[in-house]
Structure formats: structure tokens, C-alpha cells
């Protein structure tokens, strides 16, 4: 058969190297019960596993529901990410990545009724459960158990980053923001967007698992990749600060938070790009003398958890940043 050429609703999934869970996310969408047409489109990102095998079997047994992107050379998560919205044909979009799931059969149904109901709503999302891949372990309700904070608006979500569960969202397709391919995190960006040009509105109901510590790019151990990640959605926050005019309070307190976070390991990458900005933002605001004691009072906290080559290398970081400093003001 072939696919919906009108679906209500589009399913965005972007998958890459997700043998072991894609099955269950494509389940959660097969599982949904609703009196109006579906669609799933996969935006599989040229696995090196069996990923693509397993996308291709579902594609061949439910053709009038899923549409399996082309396969071509390996884009990178946003890249795929917008090239799957793009392919999205519904009147309302949901997303799920290949490595969560659904868990209630009438969630498109409760959330798409919602917004049929309340045209001045653009998004509608839910709670979650969270499920440590690594130790089998489960976050029952992460919002109402209080795991996570929501934000409520716009000036919470850039200055907290929120996770928001995208993994629940539906929204009107013909509000879908413009993303730019240098995104580190492009569901932060969007939501962004969202909270300007919308109304959202929050459903307590648990509807699907957020998986952590299986490889995407927010979920990322510590390391050089989660430092990419970290300053990339920094990036983020920089260019929305610009793109709404963000008050000059809020813009600081971002700036001030994250260049203290991020100074001290781009020493360790000797990113000296980030260390030379950074630098410069300390000194223009005279911030200096408070930024060392800030990062000196953080070093001490571990170092009482951490064994004496790990002090040594905090010492160094110390030292480092400190000489980084005298060098920019002399």
C-alpha cells in the first residue's frame, strides 16, 4: 500500500546506530489508537550496525505508515533532523528518536484533541519516565516527581536549558521554526522558538521513556565530546540572546555562567579560541579576581572526592588559568 498522502499527523524519527532500540521506538508509533491517519517518517542517518536493516524490514511490512528516507552518506544529527521535518507531510508533527519510546497508545490521540480544541496552542507536551540504559534503573514521572524543573517561559528555558521531553511533543507543522545545520542540541532551539511564537501547554500524563547514556549527542559522558556539546548549546543560547533582544541582566548571568563552566576544560582541550574569549569577558567586566575564586572554590570541593593525580591535574588547571589571566592583562 501506499503511504498517507494526507496524514493528521507526521511522525519525525531520526535514527543512527539504534539496533538495539529502534524496534521499540517504532512500536510506540504502530501502538497508537486514533480516529485520524498517521504517518511515521525515519530519517535513518547511514548506521554502521543493523539499524537500517531493521528500518527497511518495518518499512516493507507497514508501507502505508512508514516512509523510510532515503539512504545517503552520513549528515549528522541536525542536518537529519531537519531533512526528516522537511519530508513530514501531517497538520501536526511529533518526534521521537530511535533510542526512546512510547508508552501510551493514546498519546497522539489526547494531544492532538487538545490542540483540535484550543487553536491558540501551537504545542502540547507531556511528562516522562527516564530509564538509565547503563544500570537498568527507572525515573518514574520526571517532572512531577521533581527530577527535572520545567520552564514555564521563554527566559527559564534559555537560562536553565530545560529538558522539555521532546520525545512528547506535537505541534502544528505550519509553526515549525527554521534550525540552522551548526546546532549542538536542535530540539533546544526549537523550543525556544516555540515558547516566543505560541502558546504550550503541558499535560501531566506520562507517555513515553527518555533513554540516557546510549551515545546521542545530549547524552554524552564527560569528555572532549560532551565539552562540544556544552559550548555548542551555549552557542544556542548566545544566538537567541541576539535574536529576541534578551535584557542585558539575563544576557550576563548566561555569559558569566558559562564561561566559568567552560574556561577551565577548554584549558584542557587547549581550545584557545574559547579561552582567549572567555579571557576577554572576565577582564572587560573586571571580573577576574572573582572568576579565579570561583574556580579555586570549585577545585577544592573535588578534590576532596578525588585521587592525588587528579589533584595534580586540578592544580595544573589552576595554575594554568591564573598564568592565562596575568598574560591578557599585562
Excluded at 489526547?110 to 483540535?116: C, G, N, R, S, Y
Excluded at 527535572?148 to 509553526?175: D, Q
Excluded at 525556544?192 to 527518555?210: E, S
Aim: aromatic letters at 14%; a neutral charge; charged letters at 25%.
Amino acid at each position: 500500500m501506499s503511504p498517507i498522502q494526507d496524514p493528521m499527523v507526521s511522525v519525525c524519527m531520526i535514527t543512527y546506530n539504534h539496533e538495539k532500540y529502534i524496534s521499540q521506538a517504532i512500536e510506540g508509533v504502530l501502538m497508537q489508537k486514533a480516529d485520524f491517519s498517521i504517518e511515521l517518517v525515519i530519517g535513518e542517518d547511514c548506521s554502521t550496525d543493523n539499524t537500517r536493516t531493521i528500518c527497511e524490514q518495518y518499512a516493507n511490512h507497514h508501507s502505508d505508515i512508514i516512509r523510510l528516507l532515503p539512504k545517503e552518506k552520513n549528515m549528522g544529527m541536525i542536518p537529519n533532523l531537519i531533512r526528516t521535518f522537511q519530508a513530514c507531510r501531517g497538520k501536526y508533527l511529533a518526534f521521537c528518536e530511535g533510542d526512546d519510546y512510547w508508552i501510551n497508545a493514546n498519546k497522539l490521540h489526547i494531544e492532538v484533541d487538545f490542540l483540535e480544541g484550543n487553536p491558540d496552542y501551537g504545542l502540547v507536551y507531556t511528562d516522562v519516565d527516564r530509564k538509565f540504559e547503563t544500570y537498568q534503573k527507572y525515573q518514574k514521572s520526571i517532572f512531577g516527581n521533581k527530577y527535572k524543573e520545567r520552564s514555564l517561559n521563554f527566559e527559564e528555558h534559555l537560562i536553565n536549558k530545560s529538558y522539555l521531553a521532546p520525545l512528547t511533543w506535537v505541534f502544528r507543522r505550519e509553526l515549525l521554526p527554521s534550525l540552522n545545520e551548526s546546532y549542538s542540541d536542535g530540539t533546544f532551539a526549537l523550543m525556544l522558538d516555540f515558547f516566543k511564537i505560541t502558546k504550550i501547554h503541558y499535560m501531566d500524563i506520562v507517555t513515553g521513556v527518555y533513554r540516557t547514556s546510549v551515545g546521542s549527542a545530549s547524552k554524552l559522558p564527560k569528555g572532549r565530546g560532551s565539552y562540544c556539546y556544552e559550548k555548542g548549546v551555549f552557542r544556542i543560547q548566545q544566538k537567541y540572546i541576539e535574536k529576541y533582544k534578551v535584557t542585558k541582566d539575563i544576557s550576563f548571568q548566561i555569559e558569566y555562567e558559562n564561561y566559568l563552566k567552560l574556561f577551565e576544560i577548554a584549558i584542557e582541550y587547549n581550545d584557545y579560541s574559547f579561552i582567549n574569549e572567555a579571557s576577554k569577558f572576565f577582564i572587560d567586566n573586571n571580573l577576574v579576581s572573582e572568576a579565579i575564586v570561583a574556580m579555586v572554590q570549585k577545585k577544592s570541593r573535588e578534590i576532596r572526592r578525588l585521587n592525588s593525580l587528579k589533584i595534580v591535574r586540578i592544580a595544573r588547571s589552576i595554575s594554568t588559568a591564573i598564568h592565562w589571566f596575568k598574560r591578557q592583562i599585562s
